[in-house]
Nanobody, 123 residues
Framework: QVQLVESGGGLVQAGGSLRLSCAAS????????MGWFRQAPMKEREFVAG????????YYADSMRDRFTISRENAKNTVYLQMNSLKPDDTAVYYC????????????????WGQGTQVTVSS
């Protein structure tokens, strides 16, 4: 059974940084991709970044490309999201998700989800 466990969220001031982690277990993820999504109150869940396990190729939402970095550590089955220059608009619950195949930018394309971790950016 696939399990995804996020960690690293918290409260940070505008301009600060956080690194989120997503520990994956339950199968071999060689043929899978991982995505980070976020959902703010009263808003739809939106794609932040994605990475393929096998090649490490990365994908970003245009608005976050310059501030966020996704990476993976295969030996630990862990994906990270480094977030810099955080803004109050980045406040949301951040989720990691996985799907077999290529990275997709739509939440419905992902099969497994973590429980989410809250990120709050104060002004």
């Amino acid at each position: 059974q696939v399990q995804l466990v996020e960690s690293g969220g918290g409260l940070v001031q505008a301009g600060g940084s956080l690194r989120l982690s997503c520990a994956a277990s339950g199968r071999t993820f060689s043929w899978y991709s991982m995505g980070w999504f976020r959902q703010a109150p009263m808003k739809e869940r939106e794609f932040v970044a994605g990475i393929t396990w096998s090649t490490g190729r990365t994908y970003y939402a245009d608005s976050m490309r310059d501030r966020f970095t996704i990476s993976r550590e295969n030996a630990k089955n862990t994906v990270y999201l480094q977030m810099n220059s955080l803004k109050p608009d980045d406040t949301a619950v951040y989720y990691c998700a996985t799907r077999r195949g290529a990275v997709r930018g739509t939440a419905n394309d992902y099969d497994y989800w973590g429980q989410g971790t809250q990120v709050t950016v104060s002004s």
